[in-house]
């Protein structure tokens, strides 16, 4: 029954403007979750994930397995995922041709009942589209956020003011914008991306657009990674700022150190409370269960500050 009453909400408010219907769309799949919130197979928000086309040949760093073999196979096992460990919600972007990109999201919006939020990869190989493009993508609903921003790995600064044209946007049409902070996979200058610097991964770099924008919707995606003292220093200074904590939710299972210490200094803070779930999947649509598993796991949090970073704290930035 209750089914049934979301299909028919859905289709009604497909008649209203881009963003009420966004509002609408998420008021409709969260409700019934907030009012279950405290059984056991609680929702979960996963502000992280990324789709691909084409073959898939890289073995998880953790396993050396590879389970999906193309786009298709991660498309199937990533909603497979979600679905077993009830993830209502996935931000989605992904890093390559962003005409591709953007028909694969669409399938996966197609074929599930989870509410995927579409994103817009900026930089690396999706390039820099036109600001006029941008704003066309938001007002038509075709994409629902602005992410993930790679500006890193073409040696820019996230406060470079050619991209304050994008942030600009997303505040006035009140958007949320995910930026890659942090580091990337090992050898990454002498692979992909020849500009990449660590150095650029550190979040006081966000401060001038922080200061520029302040009633933009910005998360840290990776919650700074190495840079974690630094992130918590933020988040503090700049109270609009949330994170997402992956990929160390399941990069070396074995060895939380970074998400230890990032949880545990802002949880001495008191900035858990813009502390988000995230996977970043990327190629290893089965790293959703790691991270969820890893998440619900830890034994210095109390299962309202699990259940705040895994849903809450996701739910109140939308």
Known sequence: MLKQIY?????????????????LQLI????????FSQTTNQPIIDMHMHVYSGELNIPNPNTGKI????????????LKFMKKYNVVIGAVSGNGDPDIISQVIDTWKSDTERLILKGLFIGKKAGYPPIDLV????????????????????GRSPSDPEFFKYYELAQELNVPVGIHTGMGAPGTPYNCCPNF???????YLLEDMLVKFPKLRVWAMHAGGQFHNEMVTMMKMYTQLYVDISPYT?????????????LKMAKEQGMLDRVMFGSDQMLWPETIEVAIIRVKSLDYLTNKEKADILYNNAAKFL
């Open 7 to 23: 299909i028919k909400a859905l289709a009604a408010i497909k008649l209203l403007d881009m963003k009420k219907q966004l509002i």
């Open 28 to 35: 409709i799949y969260l409700a019934p979750f907030i009012i």
């Open 67 to 78: 389970l999906a073999k193309n786009g298709e196979e991660h498309r199937i096992m990533s």
């Open 135 to 154: 704003r066309e993508l938001i007002t038509s609903g075709e994409i629902d956020f602005i992410g993930e921003l790679g500006f890193q790995y073409d």
């Open 197 to 203: 610097r660590l150095s650029l991964g550190n979040p």
């Open 250 to 262: 399941w990069l070396d299972a074995g060895n939380s150190e970074l998400l230890d210490r990032f």
